[in-house]
């Protein structure tokens, strides 16, 4: 069973950092590759930052330059380090997980592609 657990959201002011966490539960972390998405309510959920199996990263245009995804292999958690917040990454934040090639190979940022998420955590960010 593929359990996926989120953690580190909260409220800050703009300019403000937060890191996300994701602990991995129930498969080989490595085979996996990884993503954060957000959603606003009413919206579409966005992807965000990818990493996939070979530690190959992708981002959004709109966080570019201020998150950054990592992975610890050795506790199983994915981050996403979120640096000089705006109140338009105010959302709630997913990570989600998948095997298959064809979408990790790929850095897809479609949610459809997933098959494995988190219960999300909110990020709140006040001008």
């Known amino acids: 069973q593929v359990q996926l657990v989120e953690s580190g959201g909260g409220s800050v002011q703009a300019g403000g950092s937060l890191r996300l966490s994701c602990a991995v539960f129930g498969y080989a972390y490595s085979d996996y590759c990884m993503i954060w998405f957000r959603q606003v309510p009413g919206k579409e959920r966005e992807g965000v930052a990818t990493v996939n199996q070979y530690s190959i990263t992708g981002f959004a245009d709109s966080v570019k330059g201020r998150f950054t995804i990592s992975k610890d292999n050795a506790k199983n958690t994915l981050y996403l380090q979120m640096n000089s917040l705006k109140p338009e990454d105010t959302a709630m934040y997913y990570c989600?997980?998948?095997?298959?090639?064809?979408?990790?190979?790929?850095?897809?940022?479609?949610?459809?592609?997933?098959?494995?998420w988190g219960q999300g955590t909110q990020v709140t960010v006040s001008s």
């Open positions: 989600a997980a998948e095997t298959r090639l064809s979408v990790c190979n790929s850095g897809s940022l479609d949610p459809d592609e997933y098959r494995y």
